[in-house]
């Protein structure tokens, strides 16, 4: 069973920065397009970021210029550093596969981001 484990969320105030990561259990280099999303209190997940095997990225509109994902994959690791924090990024974040702009493999807990105004 496939693992991905999400970390780094906690609540920070507008304007601030946080760092998530993921760890998967398996090699994120054979999962291939690897993606964040988030949950927000009452509305459906969305994509947020996504990072290709070469290194090709693709964000939300909300998110573009503010948001940098990366990924490791001798660590089986993909990051998103997170700056210019709004309240309306406060969700839960999952990191998961993406094809075709869902997620393939089981989900994870989530790590939750708080912004304050």
């Known amino acids: 069973q496939v693992q991905l484990v999400e970390s780094g969320g906690g609540l920070v105030q507008s304007g601030g920065s946080l760092r998530l990561s993921c760890a998967a259990s398996i090699s994120t280099r054979s999962i291939g397009t690897m993606a964040w999303y988030r949950q927000a209190p009452g509305k459906e997940r969305e994509f947020v970021a996504s990072?290709?095997?070469?290194?090709?990225?693709n964000y939300a509109d909300s998110v573009k210029g503010r948001f940098t994902i990366s990924r490791d994959n001798a660590k089986n690791t993909v990051d998103l550093q997170m700056n210019s924090l709004k309240p309306e990024d406060t969700a839960v974040y999952y990191c998961n596969s993406w094809l075709l702009g869902v997620g393939t493999l089981p989900w994870g807990q989530g790590t939750l981001v708080t912004v304050s105004s």
């Open positions: 990072i290709t095997n070469h290194g090709s990225t």
